[in-house]
């Protein structure tokens, strides 16, 4: 078994397939409530396919005009992230999950509705009262798209998913754990199934796509720089507005 491990672990990296979607597409980075640098990107891109990775919210100071952007743009696959996660949390149970949204983002969210009272030290009744005013600030339609984006989107042997997909199992049976929050084996571990894995969720200096793998979140909410992957059977290249 241990002779198998070294094996392993000093054996070449077997080489990995070209992308190969059934059409080229163009998937956008984490936008994190940078409405300006989305427009910016969506007015970029022409009769093509666009996937977004999800986190549109939280940090940035427009996660509602994001929300409502994307929410008009049908022809835009929107996948959630975990902070959409995080944030319908907080509204399904605000006491239970409010205090650890709003120390990740959630306080520019609610600002960004024009929620007032809230701070990191809200709790109990407090919390409640803020996720019934953000309820009514979001409204029905828009809480119930967000409840409804998928987790993975794939076309061909490229997937795109928020965060990373566990090597060892199928793109369609992965929790959904895994693809909003990552997987330890993601970066060491080549996939058996030549299946591209496009992500966001981990902050980059510089997009690349690497065996497999293609990461395209460069913190757009911190470095003003949103990244899209333009993906075609030619290969990735990246534009960051």
Known sequence: MLSNWFKGLFSPTRP???PAPKEPFVAIGDIHGRA??????????KDTKIVCVGDYVD???????????LYARPDVVCLSGNHEEMMLHFLDHPQKHGPRW???GGLQTLASFGVPGASEAASGAALDGIAEKLNEAMGEDLILWLRNRPVFWQSGNVAVVHAAADPAVPIDMQTTETLHW???DFETTQRED????????????TPHADRGRVSI???A???GRLTAAWVSSDGVTFETV
């Open 16 to 18: 990995f397939p070209r």
């Open 36 to 45: 300006d640098l989305l427009k910016r990107a969506l007015r970029s891109i």
């Open 194 to 205: 030549n299946i591209w894995v496009l992500h966001g969720h981990t902050i980059v200096d």
């Open 182 to 184: 990552g997987h330890a």
């Open 102 to 104: 709003l120390r990740y």
């Open 217 to 219: 979140d460069t913190g």
């Open 221 to 223: 909410y911190a470095t």
């Open 59 to 69: 940090r940035g100071d427009d996660s509602a005009e994001v929300l409502r952007l």
